[in-house]
T-cell receptor, first 114, second 115 residues
């Protein structure tokens, strides 16, 4: 069964460093998403991406964040200058279409900023 | 106001019994979708079941069913014949509007299945 994959599974970085989180969505899916979950808290939407551009973003997704689909398979989230409060689990998700289509989540990348 | 409310931080159920996890939602949009996800201790988010606001019947997927009460704005998850592997965090989520894509999640319910 096709699934969303994410690398790395864990990342430790120093405050102020740039990190890139990578995702390979399900191959026939057209919409891609990033969510984050701070430890012990609810899952929060960051951004959705379709047709090589951002379609929605939350107030969390500020100028420190960017997303890119550098090739036909990868979807990346870049955090330019990490802060302590960026420590969280980051989930990539994809769906066939937008709207009511089910979003399938990857296993997550646990980011720890020291 | 919270868009998704899960009032049970923790629930216990005996193996092989049924359990209901509560979820209430708040939206003024007539078009919305409700989702349930399972998060085991390993951390991944597993899709369980979906209910659209215009669906006439309650959704079912194997041992999972959704008790959708539109007038009460509730979308409770029912797990029948609980198994030890059902022990996990369960999140209710909502997508508002016909074209919106972002999901808004509740705070989750930690379910523990007892042998």
């Amino acid at each position: 069964e096709p699934e969303v994959t994410q690398t790395p599974s864990h990342q430790v970085t120093q405050m102020g460093q740039e990190v890139i989180l990578r995702c390979v969505p399900i191959s026939n899916h057209l919409y891609f998403y990033w969510y984050r979950q701070i430890l012990g808290q609810k899952v929060e939407f960051l951004v959705s991406f379709y047709n090589n551009e951002i379609s929605e973003k939350s107030e969390i997704f500020d100028d420190q964040f960017s997303v890119e689909r550098p090739d036909g398979s990868n979807f990346t989230l870049k955090i330019r200058s990490t802060k302590l409060e960026d420590s969280a689990m980051y989930f990539c998700a994809s769906s066939v279409a937008g709207g009511g289509e089910t979003q399938y989540f990857g296993p997550g990348t646990r980011l720890l900023v020291l | 106001a919270q868009k998704i409310t899960q009032t049970q931080p923790g629930m216990f159920v005996q193996e092989k019994e049924a359990v209901t996890l509560d979820c209430t939602y708040d939206t003024s949009d007539p078009s919305y979708g409700l989702f349930w996800y399972k998060q085991p201790s390993s951390g991944e988010m597993i899709f369980l079941i979906y209910q659209g606001s215009y669906d006439q019947q309650n959704a079912t997927e194997g041992r999972y069913s959704l008790n959708f009460q539109k007038a009460r704005k509730s979308a409770n998850l029912v797990i029948s014949a609980s198994q030890l592997g059902d022990s996990a965090m369960y999140f209710c989520a909502m997508r508002e509007g016909s074209y919106a894509r972002q999901l808004t999640f509740g705070s989750g319910t930690q379910l523990t299945v007892l042998p």
